[in-house]
């Protein structure tokens, strides 16, 4: 066994745990199998090509190669040679969903992964679960599935492709509501196309093999018309092959290095799934990427609730597209997105053509201020699908919305404005001072207003009373100056002016601050999750930033793979000043809220109120993940009245949420690391121990191996004096190496923490006794000296421990000083910081040891040079005794200390907590102390000089050799 071969480089990347980590992390994806299972499309271009038919052909080929293959989902049809295929295959039972007093058919997500096949069969990807079930969509089933592990074959036609919805209504007439994001399509590990020609899939429509006659007649009419088939078997035959040039282009170049990026900017139009569709094909043409920017009214769901839900399922769609989702703030949206824009260097901008909801009185339409905004960049106009919508939005607007309030404010403006132009006028008739006090009131007010209303109204107002109080003829409509159209067109104009920028300036400063406050907590949140050093910690703080930013209860789950269920019970972070309020409800922490918590933490993916997946919950479920790994699960409580909040905050919350995991992830690396680092500092040790042993054990084994052959050998020829004198060195090296194996074990028990420390209170007289009873017999050629301020004082020790601390140091003093040298253990109170402690002291005034050594002198394994080399324990020192003393003290809650020796030589010194002696045993001494005998260390000040020869039977503990 080479136990002293030592490669340099494999020694250093051995001690590296970063490299540890990167080999293991490279084993265990090589060991681990596959987690995700394949998915096979069979794909066609209108129902009847035979999509169905073909996927249960290729299962039954599946079964005869031995899978195992169960079907999950088969839509039911009439056309028995579908049905018959079924035959020879396992069929899962399909739940029953009530839905309106209608027992539906659904497939059973949750018997699937009880049973989990090999391969599972889902007929029609696109379909919609019925209300009850855990996802909205049956291809978020097929998703979970998938992440189970499971490969999954199943079928879907090309009008169903997100992409591809707008080119399909164009020339069918038919708009599909059961859709499926693109990616799903494109990331598929295969796509079978299933095709067949027009004339004989209506043939069979004609015959009735796909519908029912009545339904197959009406289908030939409209949707199955030669032409449409035709067309459609055209687009799936492209998007088939474009799937194939967008797989090799991700698998070969970056889009972000190989292509251009497109921007589009989403509203809350209804033809904004059509700008985002042709955005996203835009961008997969140019090979970039494409990034949907919404720009948010400051009002935010209180100015239009409608349009904000509007615009979040607008950018669900993007996101859904693969889109990247950007939400800014402001009345206009026309310059963040050219700001945006030009910050990102994209060229490539994507607008709706009609005016958005944004469009102001005698603004350009947004496309033309756009073009106007970015001259550089390449703008494509898209119209929208529903153009009448389109228009009638643009006459909901929120800013002019009646309100009473404003209303009164107006009333009150124009009111006090007459009242303080009625005594300027008695004072000084002066026309100009008049307008001024009407301008002055309605800015001032305008400040308090909450829409455009006042403006107008109190604009309107103050042109009234100004014609019916101030012009000639007085307290009349009537105007007969040649002045009085101007002046009043003047205050009109600028009642109106200075109101409206007074009002916009006002919701500007509002959305200033909320947003800085948001930054604020944003950063705040930065900074916590950085001190944060637990992951408790870090979700609390993530909560507690959650609640200052949306204003609502939180529920946090932190994720334990040791606790059932892998969710630790949920923690409520409510809002402060409401008094518990709706955090306290026993709602938010039922089962059944748990049970989609723990499917979040173990799917990875957002879940409950809001979503598509289980959204029959009082909560919106959030993971606080990593890439690798779920960290929590944050459950935001939901208003029964809202669908979601807006995007702003949702990006917000996503945003300190992912900040939280980032923040989670590197708290795990760097436990990770710790422990890496503690298996190569344990794995160093160990090299080192044997390398030790295997040196250091070869003598004392030596010797006594020899001695033992010597008296077996000739017994006859020794007299008494040497058997004698070869007996005790067989006993020395013995008792040496007894002591070595009880201090490595002391040493691993105390670091492991396994051995128990008991704290009681020891007269430190007994402790001092029992240490030099069992010192090193080289001890005798020194003079020992014992010195206590008290006989009778007492600290708090586990007296065992502190004995092998004592008898450590006095032979470490000992095979290190030269013979004759003075050795001193002492004892003395000491206060500190209203604390009473008892200093143990051990000194010699031998050569002293050198400052660069002083700090190793306590490592493992180091070995200092003994004086002379002389000395039996000094030569197989192994450089544990301090390394020992240094553990046990710690273990204490103290620590050791080296200090000089004047003019010459070493102390070492610690500090234990001081102890009383008990009242009933103070007149006894020895009593407190468990029976030790103290008679002989009881005086003040004592020399002790060993005799040569230990008494039978005792034992020197702890190593003589240390390193000094």
């Known amino acids: 066994m080479a136990l002293g071969r030592d490669n340099g480089d494999e020694a250093e990347a051995r001690r590296d745990p970063d490299a540890i980590l990167a080999r293991m992390r490279e084993e265990e994806a090589d060991e681990a199998p596959a987690g995700r299972g394949k998915l096979k499309v069979f794909f066609g271009y209108a129902a009847g090509v035979g999509k169905t038919y073909a996927m249960l052909t290729e299962a039954h080929r599946a079964v005869a190669a031995g899978a195992d293959v169960v079907v999950g989902y088969v839509e039911p049809h009439t056309r028995a040679d579908t049905l018959a295929l079924l035959d020879g295959l396992e069929v899962l039972p399909c739940a029953t969903v009530h839905h309106r007093g209608i027992a539906l058919r659904e497939f059973d997500l949750d018997g699937a992964l009880a049973r989990r096949p090999e391969v599972i069969l889902v007929d029609e990807l696109a379909h919609t679960n019925a209300p009850g079930c855990r996802h909205r969509k049956r291809y978020q089933d097929v998703e979970e599935l998938l992440r189970a592990g499971i490969d999954v074959y199943t079928t879907v036609n090309v009008q169903h492709l997100e992409g591809l919805n707008d080119k ?16 799903i399509f494109d990331a598929a590990d295969s796509v079978e196309l299933v095709d067949l020609e027009p004339a004989d899939l209506i043939a069979r429509l004609e015959a009735g093999k796909v519908y029912a006659p009545v339904r ?19 687009m799936a035959l492209r998007r088939a092959a474009d799937r194939l040039t967008r797989a090799s282009t991700g698998t070969s170049v970056p889009r972000s290095d190989a292509g251009e990026d497109v921007l589009v900017l989403v509203t809350a139009d209804a033809g904004a799934p059509r700008v985002i569709r042709a955005a996203v094909n835009l961008a997969e043409a140019l090979h970039g990427r494409c990034t949907a920017l919404a720009v948010e009214d400051p009002d935010g769901r209180e100015g239009d609730p409608e349009g904000a839900k509007a615009l979040r399922r607008a950018l669900d769609v993007a996101e859904g597209m693969g889109a990247r989702g950007v939400t800014l703030s402001g009345d206009d949206p026309v310059m963040p997105f050219a700001h945006y824009a030009a910050t990102a260097g994209i060229r490539q901008l994507v607008v709706g053509a009609c005016p958005g909801r944004h469009r102001r009185w005698r603004r350009r339409a947004v496309a033309d201020r756009v073009m106007r905004a970015a001259p550089e960049a390449t703008v494509t106009v898209v119209p929208p699908v529903d153009a009448p919508s389109v228009l009638r939005r643009l006459h909901a607007r929120s800013g002019f919305t009646p309100t009473v309030a404003d209303g009164a404010r107006a009333l009150a403006a124009v009111a006090v404005a007459t009242a303080i132009s009625a005594v300027s006028w008695a004072i000084s008739p002066a026309t100009s001072v008049i307008l001024m006090v009407y301008l002055l009131v309605a800015l001032l007010l305008a400040t308090r207003a909450d829409g455009f209303l006042y403006a107008a109204l109190v604009a309107l107002g103050s042109v009234v009373a100004y014609n019916f109080f101030f012009t000639a003829p007085r307290f009349t409509f009537h105007a007969y100056g040649l002045s009085a159209p101007v002046i009043f067109a003047f205050l009109l104009m600028g009642t109106l002016a200075a109101s409206s920028l007074a009002i916009r300036l006002k919701r500007q400063a509002a959305t200033a601050a909320r947003r800085s406050y948001r930054t604020e907590v944003l950063l705040e949140s930065s900074r916590k999750l950085q001190a944060a050093t637990t992951l408790g910690a870090c979700l609390e703080t993530a909560a507690a930033q959650v609640v200052k930013i949306l204003d609502r209860p939180v529920v946090i789950y932190q994720a334990d793979a040791t606790v059932p269920g892998g969710l630790r019970p949920p923690r409520v972070f409510d809002v402060p000043g409401t008094g518990g309020g709706d955090g306290s409800c026993a709602a938010l922490v039922a089962p059944g809220e748990a049970a989609v918590a723990a499917w979040v933490a173990a799917n990875g993916e957002p879940a409950g109120a809001t979503t598509d997946t289980l959204r029959e919950t009082r909560c919106l479920y959030l993971p606080i993940r990593t890439a690798e790994r779920v960290f929590g699960v944050a459950g935001l409580v939901m208003e029964q009245d809202s669908e979601d909040f807006g995007a702003f905050e949702r990006n917000l919350l996503v945003a300190l949420l992912d900040e939280c995991g980032q923040a989670a992830g590197a708290l795990a690396l760097a436990a990770e690391r710790r422990d890496l680092s503690v298996r190569a500092e344990k794995e160093t040790l160990r090299s080192n121990l044997l390398r030790a042993i295997s040196h250091d054990l070869r003598t004392p084994l030596t010797s006594i191996s020899g001695d033992a052959d010597m008296l077996l050998s000739s017994d006859a020829a020794l007299d008494a004096a040497q058997r004698r004198r070869l007996l005790s060195d067989i006993s020395e090296d013995a008792t040496w190496l007894i002591d070595l194996v009880e201090n490595l074990l002391s040493v691993t028990r105390l670091d492991d923490g396994a051995e128990p420390v008991t704290m009681q209170p020891e007269l430190v007289a007994d402790i001092f006794a029992d240490a030099l009873r069992h010192g090193s017999r080289a001890a005798a050629d ?27 140091l006095v032979n470490n003093a000992v095979a290190h000083t030269p013979a004759g040298s003075r050795i001193s253990v002492g004892a003395h109170r000491e206060r500190r910081r209203g604390a009473d402690f008892v200093v143990i002291t051990v000194a010699d005034d031998g050569p002293g040891i050198p400052d660069g050594e002083k700090a190793r002198v306590f490592d493992l394994f180091y070995h200092g040079g003994s004086v002379g080399g002389e000395g039996g324990d000094a030569r197989r020192g192994m450089g544990l005794g301090l390394a020992l003393c240094r553990s046990i003290l710690r273990a204490h809650g103290s620590d050791i200390v080296l200090t000089d020796a004047q003019p010459h030589g070493c102390v070492f010194s610690f500090r234990l907590p001081a102890a009383a002696l008990p009242e009933e045993s103070a007149g006894e001494g020895a009593g407190a102390t468990g029976g030790r005998d103290t008679s002989p260390t009881a005086a003040p000040l004592f020399t002790v000089r060993p005799s040569a020869s230990g008494a039978p039977g005792e034992k020197p503990a702890g190593e003589g050799g240390e390193a000094r």
């Open 782 to 808: 020194h003079e020992l000296a014992v010195s206590l301020d008290d006989e009778f004082l007492m600290a708090s020790m586990d007296g065992r421990l502190i004995v092998q601390v004592v008898v450590n």
């Open 216 to 234: 197959a007649k009406a289908a030939l009419a409209h949707f199955f018309s030669k032409p449409n088939l035709a067309a459609l078997r055209e």
């Open 168 to 183: 399909i209504a164009a020339i069918t007439a038919v708009a599909v509501s059961e859709r499926i994001p693109d990616r």
